[in-house]
């Protein structure tokens, strides 16, 4: 999605920041304040009720779910913007797949859907290796990698993206009731979930914002073999790689592995160096204060301390390295999901952690205030 889903924000703050120093303003005015710095670790549609129950159309796949298999001839219809799109596979090849659709465009695609086009119209562009390592598909599941727009007579546009999983809910639309995973990315200058759907290989609902726009996309009907998924088991499938400079490791923190070691990082991989980073913060001391800085959420202690350890202070150790990390169990008041919010720092005032927020947004990395307890 674009710069944040305004009706989605206000069930993220309200679950992951609750009673935090944002507590102290108006919920408009918190929603203003984090669609205006594009950065909050997002959790949209609470009103789609995650469901364990697997006895319901859609609702069969292997778990975590392996990265899908397309066949030349599949359709699917969507309803965005009061019309219908018919967008149809034309072409598969081991690392792309091939579309048009019922206006005129096509695009190539990774086999990861997760992924921007990887070419579109005249614009070319290129992933770092690891961005697909997000499949097969768990909760908690989180990728940092980079991205080049090229296209002709333009500066190539470099940008850091992120990924996560956040959920498995199970929601309803035209075409049906789907299990899903409940996928949020952070793009260049939107926000995006997608909302894949492993039984029939592809997502089932879409949604974009951009400041206070919106863009939602439904699937309304498809066409489509039973896709024969990769096994868990299968390696990724390769990507172009781009090679920037100063070329640092580039970070992937999934479940692959997890219960006997931490998830190992592709150590050749290259990533986007926005901005230089900031002078290391100084020391923090335990009885500094009672403002902490929350870098993220996770439904697990694990996935968070595996989204910390191998992708956020990997990518920026000069800040996060002086700083103590907390995991803190959050479970809303009214019910719901809960989660283990990822908190840094401890500051007497909220001068001293904005500041420490505005190094963060400055290298890609969301984050707000919160009272520590």
């Not at 992951?16 to 669609?35: D, H, P, R």
Request: include cysteine; proline fraction near 7%; aromatic fraction near 8%.
């Amino acid at each position: 999605m674009a710069c944040g889903l305004i009706d989605f924000k206000i069930f993220k703050f309200d679950v992951l920041s609750n009673e935090g120093i944002a507590s102290k303003f108006g919920l408009s005015i918190i929603v203003a304040i984090f669609l205006a710095s594009c950065s909050s670790d997002k959790v949209p549609v609470d009103a789609l009720v995650a469901n364990t129950d697997k006895n319901i159309p859609g609702g069969v796949w292997q778990s975590p779910a392996p990265i899908p298999t397309y066949t030349a001839g599949d359709r699917f219809v969507y309803a965005s913007g009061g019309k219908l799109i018919t967008e149809t596979v034309t072409k598969v090849s081991a690392t792309s797949v091939e579309w048009s659709n019922d206006e005129g465009k096509s695009w190539t695609a990774a086999r990861t859907p997760h992924l921007a086009p990887l070419r579109e119209g005249v614009i070319v562009r290129t992933v770092s290796p690891g961005a697909q390592r997000l499949f097969p598909l768990a909760i908690d599941n989180y990728v940092r990698f980079g991205v080049t727009n090229t296209s002709p007579g333009n500066t190539p546009k470099q940008s850091i993206q992120t990924c996560q999983v956040l959920d498995d809910p199970v929601i309803k639309v035209s075409a049906g009731e789907f299990k899903t995973f409940e996928i949020f990315c952070r793009r260049d200058s939107f926000f995006e979930t997608l909302y894949f759907a492993p039984a029939i290989g592809h997502f089932v609902l879409q949604k974009r914002s951009r400041g206070f726009r919106s863009m939602t996309k439904e699937l309304v009907s498809f066409t489509t073999a039973s896709p024969t998924m990769r096994a868990e088991n299968t390696p990724p499938l390769p990507m172009a790689a781009v090679t920037l400079t100063p070329p640092v490791q580039e970070q992937t923190s999934t479940r692959l592995g997890a219960e006997n070691s931490d998830v190992s990082t592709e150590k050749s991989a290259q990533k986007f160096e926005l901005k230089r980073i900031p002078k290391m913060m100084p020391p923090e001391t335990e009885a500094a204060g009672q403002i902490g800085v929350q870098i993220g959420a996770f439904r697990t202690k694990l996935g968070a301390k595996r989204a910390y350890e191998n992708v956020m202070l990997p990518a920026v150790p000069n800040i996060l390295g002086a700083l103590k990390v907390r995991y803190l169990d959050y479970a809303p008041p009214a019910g719901g999901r809960k989660w283990v919010r990822i908190l840094v720092g401890r500051f007497k005032s909220e001068v001293s952690a904005r500041k420490l927020c505005r190094q963060l947004k400055a290298q890609n990395l969301d984050c707000w205030m919160n009272i520590l307890k």
